[in-house]
């Protein structure tokens, strides 16, 4: 590129678009890049205050920003996502469905520090719907060596840096435990709120069943379940360490493999998470999901959806971030709670 005065700029070729910002009214490009200027357009870009601008001189080994910042989104771009138009050098990629949406933070950080080179991406391991941006790239001259760009496309690799799962149809069955629903003695408020949850997650709901305070009750209930051929078995209520809270050793007995009984996240402590040999995902699920408006609860339940496996080592991570901040507008996902690292 070259810098010209404006008033000598008749026939030269824009290089980059030429923003006009008034405060309440607009902020967009008046001028595209390749625009070849005419003689009506100098007044216009001196009201902008351009006296000089940048025109196109195409010089070997550097590449404009609107062609670096496709090469950046060809790094992240996966399954499921929808690359913008380049406006002012910069393209973003939004989501094309409901899911899960991961970041390889390793590879993102390397790349950022690149010099002149940026990615920004929204938080990972969250639930995303269509149409939500992902993420935004560009580089910050206004043209770049094309080594700079060589370098990210080796730390990119053969795989992207972004990832979203397509969340699955599928289908729950619900145990509420406890004597004091089972007997009639309090109105079960539990349930209802684990069907909403799993409603806004597209879940379908096939059997609830309701057991008191006995192992073997609560046992032959989650097999009963299970061969509804259902993917999720949650398990409300009984997850404390009291005398009757039976829910961990009735899941155990049932012939799940427990992946962990406790998690580093509150509110949600007494989590347990465990998977049959078939795959078949099962919860236990602690008072807290009850009144707290997000929980554990909420930070699992993305990963089975998208039919994420996760192991003890995943729900360690969980510690960073794992402390509800009880805010008094809930933002969740948009927040670092359950993000781990």
């Known amino acids: 590129m070259k810098k010209i005065r404006t008033i000598d700029a008749v026939g030269s070729i824009l290089c980059h678009d030429m923003t006009r910002i008034v405060k309440d009214e607009i902020k967009d490009a008046v001028f595209r890049k390749g625009h070849i200027l005419k003689e009506e357009d100098i007044p216009v870009l001196l009201s902008m205050g351009k006296d000089h601008i940048y025109v196109y001189e195409k010089q070997e080994g550097m590449i404009h920003e609107n062609d670096a910042a496709l090469i950046l989104s060809s790094l992240c771009i996966n399954d499921n996502m929808v690359t913008t138009e380049v406006k002012e050098g910069k393209v973003e990629l939004k ?107 597209g879940i379908d709901v096939v059997k609830h069943l309701v057991s008191n305070d006995d192992t073997e009750k609560i046992k032959s209930h989650i097999l009963d379940i299970k061969k509804e051929g259902v993917d999720l078995i949650i398990c409300t209520g009984g997850m404390s360490v009291d005398p009757d809270d039976l829910t961990p050793a009735a899941i155990k007995s049932s012939g799940a493999n427990i992946v962990t009984y406790g998690a580093p996240v509150l509110p949600g402590a007494m989590f347990l998470l465990g998977y049959f040999s078939d795959g078949t995902t099962i919860m236990g699920v602690p008072g807290c999901a009850m009144y707290k408006k997000t929980t554990i609860f909420d930070i699992m339940l993305p990963y089975v959806c998208a039919g994420i496996k996760i192991d003890k080592s995943h729900i360690a991570k969980l510690g960073y971030g794992g402390l509800c901040l009880d805010c008094d507008i809930c933002n969740y996902p948009n927040c670092q709670f359950g993000k781990g690292v």
């Not at 992902?134 to 730390?155: F, H, N």
């Not at 972004?162 to 109105?187: D, H, M, Q, S």
């Open 95 to 201: 989501a094309e469905c409901n899911g899960f949406f991961q970041v390889d933070i390793s590879k993102l950080n390397q790349i950022n520090e690149l010099e002149d080179i940026m990615i920004a991406t929204r938080m990972g391991n969250i639930p995303v719907k269509k149409g939500d941006k992902l993420a935004g790239m560009r580089v910050i001259p206004l043209v770049i060596e094309k080594d700079k760009l060589d370098k990210a496309k080796k730390i990119g690799g053969n795989t992207p840096i972004l990832k979203l799962t397509a969340f699955k149809n599928l289908k729950a069955g619900i145990i509420t435990t406890g004597n004091e629903v089972y007997y009639g003695r309090i109105k079960d408020t539990f349930t209802p709120v684990i069907k909403d949850k799993l409603g806004n997650m």
